[in-house]
Nanobody, 125 residues
Framework: QVQLVESGGGLVQAGGSLRLSCVAS????????MGWFRQAPGKEREFVAG????????YYADSVKDRFTISRDNAKNTAYLQMNSLKPEDTAVYYC??????????????????WGKGTLVTVSQ
């Protein structure tokens, strides 16, 4: 497993922006598909965005398409989630995920190899 540490969460007003970071502990980071998931209070964890190991492919949930951008820097073992035009319904704990399987599998969220502990994003009215 890869150890993942998220940062960048916080309180922001609706319409604002935040950038989340996820730093991985191992050099095998570049071999892993990376994903961001979120869990709102009282709801199940859901997929937000994913990026292939070499960064060539990305995929987004419909709810965040055109507002969020996922990226990665394999030289820094870091994945990012740029969140713009935030809405109150984006409030959740955001989790970073790493898995050696292809992006289309990771999107489903099942049996993910490594999870971070999460970072809280709160969007106020």
């Amino acid at each position: 497993q890869v150890q993942l540490v998220e940062s960048g969460g916080g309180l922001v007003q609706a319409g604002g922006s935040l950038r989340l970071s996820c730093v991985a502990s191992e050099s095998t980071f570049s071999l892993n598909t990376m994903g961001w998931f979120r869990q709102a209070p009282g709801k199940e964890r859901e997929f937000v965005a994913g990026i292939s190991a070499n960064g060539g492919r990305t995929y987004y949930a419909d709810s965040v398409k055109d507002r969020f951008t996922i990226s990665r820097d394999n030289a820094k073992n870091t994945a990012y989630l740029q969140m713009n035009s935030l809405k109150p319904e984006d409030t959740a704990v955001y989790y970073c995920a790493a898995d050696p399987r292809r992006l289309s599998v990771v999107v489903g969220g099942a049996s993910i190899n490594s999870w971070g502990k999460g970072t809280l994003v709160t969007v106020s009215q």
